[in-house]
């Protein structure tokens, strides 16, 4: 392939572009695997401790951010549906009261923190690996 030297501006940014696009699809999917395994995790540890309308509403969810990041997609894991409002109080502990007093500390079971412990072991590493599968 031969590049006039005029041309060689336009023939760099071509090939630039086409291994940012790579990256960043790469980048996108081991992010979405990253997000479903640690969502799987929480479930699982969930699941052993409460019920399964609870532990069935963690899921990962994937989205595009317009107003942030570029647009580029952005996933997470949550607890989805009416039941997000328990996740804190089921992940920390609650005191129960009644008529104005604590009759009781119910004792928390830390789930999502087994999430975020895989999270923090693997992206980095799952990012990496996508980046070299990209430049390949």
Do not use: C, W
């Not at 940014?13 to 081991?30: C, G, S, Y």
């Not at 963690?58 to 997609?73: L, P, Q, T, V, Y």
């Amino acid at each position: 392939m031969n590049i006039k030297p005029d041309e060689l501006k336009d023939a760099v940014n071509d090939i630039l572009q086409t291994f940012a696009k790579a990256t960043a699809d790469e980048v996108a999917k081991a992010t979405k695997e990253t997000a479903e395994k640690a969502a799987q995790i929480t479930r699982q540890a969930a699941a052993a401790e409460y019920d399964s309308h609870y532990a069935n509403a963690i899921r990962a969810r994937h989205f595009k951010d317009i107003a942030k990041n570029g647009g580029r997609e952005i996933s997470e894991y949550v607890t989805a549906g009416p039941r997000y409002r328990i996740a804190h109080l089921l992940e920390h502990g609650h005191a129960l009261v009644r008529g104005g007093r604590t009759i009781k500390q119910v004792e928390g079971h830390e789930h999502f923190a087994k999430g975020e412990d895989y999270v923090e072991r693997n992206y980095v590493p799952n990012v990496k690996k996508a980046i070299e599968e990209a430049s390949k």
